[in-house]
T-cell receptor, first 111, second 117 residues
């Protein structure tokens, strides 16, 4: 059961803001956010833990609603370099450790 | 930060041949590594979990006899695609958990692009 991200794709102009959502059908221990450029491996952006701890870049913010099993990534004052595909990765609280990527959100920032 | 390398970066092989991809954690020990496959414009799909010193755990629908995983040491896992076919062409990415790290943080290798002709 792959986490579902929304929107699937979004186009912004430089300086605009965007929100990317990640929704899981399972109870989550943590949510991780990554950005992937075409042909490259994912680059770590942020981790959010159950209980409120988080670690990430200064210019990226995110939230994690444990009850709703959802996370949102907030991109403010977008730059051209923000273009790429964003994935959430989730670790559930049940069973063995397994890291599942979300469906992805393609973001393009235009000058 | 922790670094994971993959080799080769890209490989082209003929149908029916086997290809081995290496994943190494360069500055930390990883008892667990993960192998993902990504088709164009799709998400990364977990293929298997590689555990040092024991058999890999494969996800549903992944043929274990076709995708052989060996995790021989705390810094090396290998994925061998046996009798590769064009439909196996994909971007293969490994990742490793740093048990000394914070909160199940994973580190990804740069990926291997496999093209089977």
């Amino acid at each position: 059961q792959q986490p579902v991200q929304s929107p699937q794709a979004v186009i912004l102009r430089e300086g605009e803001d965007a929100v990317i959502n990640c929704s899981s059908s399972k109870a989550l221990y943590s949510v991780h956010w990554y950005r992937q450029k075409h042909g490259e491996a994912p680059v770590f952006l942020m981790i959010l833990l159950k209980g409120g701890e988080q670690k990430g870049h200064e210019k990226i913010s995110a939230s994690f609603n444990e009850k709703k099993q959802q996370s949102s990534l907030y991109l403010t004052a977008s730059q051209l370099s923000y273009s790429g595909t964003y994935f959430c990765g989730t670790v559930s609280t049940s069973g063995t450790y397994k890291y599942i990527f979300g469906t992805g959100t393609r973001l393009k920032v235009l000058a | 930060g922790a670094v994971v390398s993959q080799h080769p970066s890209w490989v082209i092989c003929k149908s029916g041949t086997s290809v081995k991809i290496e994943c190494r954690s360069l500055d930390f020990q990883a008892t667990t590594m993960f192998w993902y496959r990504q088709f164009p414009k799709q998400s990364l799909m977990l293929m298997a979990t590689s555990n040092e010193g024991s058999k890999a755990t494969y996800e549903q629908g992944v043929e274990k006899d076709k995708f052989l995983i060996n995790h021989a040491s705390l810094t090396l896992s290998t994925l061998t695609v046996t009798s590769a076919h064009p439909e196996d062409s994909s971007f293969y990415i490994c990742s490793a958990r740093d048990l000394g790290g914070w909160a199940y943080e994973q580190y990804f290798g740069p990926g291997t692009r496999l093209t089977v002709t």
